[in-house]
């Protein structure tokens, strides 16, 4: 296989059993890079390559003098630029912060760099990960490596195109509606969305902080496995970070599914879905009849207004968490204002997109007084709901299963001038995010004309045990042959 598109897990015993060096892999995707990127734009800004070899030339020191590498250890990786990294410059995708460069590390990148980690760069996203395709990034749109014609997904978009493509063997991506499993799914990658409180927050710019939440977007489930036990575990610079205990998530691979109950929902309306989408997710689920999983129907009346829902939780949120982008304290300031009304209006108005601009707007308009109760507190009541749905599901089966979009992978400006089917897009994965409960998007199949499309599979809160292991059981026994890569 291709040095680049391997696993790190694969990788790894290679590089003990000295079949490859950590250099040579360092040196592939670089090259890959160079080679590739100008066309695909998944980097925002790159690492010096110098600096890149001499992490894994020393990684090598250590295989080579019989020390203990850990498996991230010089493995070059690319960071969603929605991270700060200390004295690395940190856009979130935006061009008010096209110049900010942290002074300080985020919990997640903190704990990849304590496993060694060697990092390429920092990867191209919609703006503050606002958007489902890529075309909100305040820099350049990415293209999708299965079909340059078409968007990567969003907004983690760079990170999957980076990861299916082989220019970084992982990436972490975040997800506040879907923004790590709708592009995994456009991509043919697996991308994991934790349970809420898992993952530190502490670092990672905020767009819905109810709702964001990191994980791993990777080859394969086990290194999904391997980079979420790097980066999860409690964190007291996040008063939302969980003590809960972190499972061997490495112990639930290569066990089967038999007997296992898989959810269906009744009540998710399918009549939007392309019909490619529908046979796919029908052959998916045979796969588990097959490997012995029974399939149930389970109900959750209130999944139809998840959509509605997000659309008044996130953007409220979010007007609220991008109030600090004042021009005043650091970021993009306008040189023209007259007084500090006007500093606060134009250095808004010159750095900041259209969608977030319409973001902030809906959402300072349904926290106003007297909508505030008629939007917002209404949409929390039926978030509660809908958390409250999952968990009765849950009790009657192991997982649930739903295709992970409606539709394959779109073209650039097909659903760019109509908000609501841009929306739409996510409708099957944001109840994951207003229940708090833990989602991957693992392969599913590709369109007749070779654009992937990802199964979804749920757990309940805290269990990405289950998870893992129905997800790696599924994508062993899933075949699927996939067309080439468009570059
Ligand atoms: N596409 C959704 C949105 O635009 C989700 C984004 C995300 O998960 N960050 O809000």
Redo the contacts with the bound molecule.
Sequence with gaps: MTIYLEPIHSLHKKRLNKEVSTKEIAQAVIKRIDETDDTLGVYLQRNKTEEILALADAADAKIAKGEKVTELEGMPIGMKDIFSTKGITTTCGSQYLKDYVPPYESTVSQRLLNQGYNLLGKINM?EF????SNENSGFKPVKNPWNLDCVPG???GGSAAAVAAGLSLASIG???????R?PASFNNIVGLKPSYGRVSRWGMIA??SS??QAGPMTRDVEDAALMLEAIWGYDPHDATSLKSTLPNLREELNKDVKGMKIGVIKDLDLSSCDPEVISCFEANLEVFKKGGAEIVEVELPNIKHAVAT??VI?PCECSSNLGRYDGVRYGHRAEDAKNLTDLYELSRDQSLGP?VKL?ILLGTFALSAGYYDAYYLKAQKIQDLIRAQFQSAFKNVDAIASPVTPVPPFKFGEKLNDPIQ??L??AF??PA?LAGIPGISVPGGFTKSGLPMGLQLLTGMLREDKLVRVAHWFEKNNEISAPKLAI
Excluded: C, V
């Design positions: 919609d990960a606002m958007g489902s969003g907004s983690s975040t997800d506040t509606g879907g923004s790590i709708q767009f819905a709702l964001d997000y659309y996130a969608e973001r841009m929306y897009s996510d994965t944001i995010n």
